[in-house]
């Protein structure tokens, strides 16, 4: 495996894992872990036996400890793919071979989160909504349900956002109490030169 030209990190005693899944969080069937020695952008890893069959291979390397892939990870995959984070392409292994996975680039992996709140002014008459990202975005839009009623969009909230910035959606309000329980924020937007929509419930007391 190598590192990506331009990324920072190690791969050595990178975790490398054979999936009978494209999900990244299904159990690995096998699992070994990369050399420690040489180069920290290169290092090779051998699966000693395998069955025979179709596998996705996932290279990653665990830098917040957490035992899972998250966010800000390197990780790789045979024969990348645009459908990231879904582990490529599979590589087959036929009986009594030896197959060469080839390199496996390894690279940071970026998972969006949208952190969002919501409260009712005192009086009960307003809600406001404040929210963040932990990675810079372009937001095309935000629509916001209130329970029982249909998607409301705010027209003030689309823009450049930085990460770990608080914006607010704020003065809510359709004459009266407004109502509490869950509600729905919708963030749809540009990360990384890809769309996307995130919808996050928003518990309201």
């Not at 590192?3 to 050595?12: A, C, S, T």
């Not at 180069?39 to 957490?66: C, K």
């Not at 914006?167 to 359709?174: E, I, L, P, Q």
Request: with cysteine.
């Amino acid at each position: 495996m190598t590192l990506k030209p331009g990324e920072q990190g190690d791969v050595r005693l990178s975790r490398v894992e054979l999936h009978d899944s494209v999900a990244w969080d299904s159990a690995p069937l096998y699992g070994v872990t990369a050399d420690s020695g040489g180069l920290f952008y290169r290092a090779s890893f051998e699966f000693p036996t395998v069955a025979p069959g179709s596998y996705y291979l996932l290279a990653w390397q665990d830098l917040d400890g957490d035992g899972k892939v998250s966010d800000g990870d390197l990780t790789g995959v045979y024969c990348d793919s645009v459908y990231r984070p879904y582990p490529g392409k599979p590589v087959t292994v036929p009986q009594s071979w030896t197959v060469d996975a080839g390199d496996i680039e390894m690279s940071r992996h970026y998972v969006l989160e949208v952190k969002a709140t919501g409260a009712r002014s005192q009086s009960g008459d307003t809600t406001n909504f404040a929210y963040g990202f932990n990675h810079a975005v372009f937001l095309n839009s935000l629509a916001v349900t209130f329970p029982g009623q249909p998607a409301l969009p705010d027209p003030d909230a689309g823009g450049d956002k930085a990460a770990d910035s608080t914006y607010f959606s704020g003065g809510w309000s359709m004459g009266g109490q407004m109502p509490a329980g869950l509600h729905q924020l919708e963030f749809r937007g540009v990360f990384r030169d890809s769309g996307f929509a995130i919808r996050v419930a928003v518990s309201v007391e």
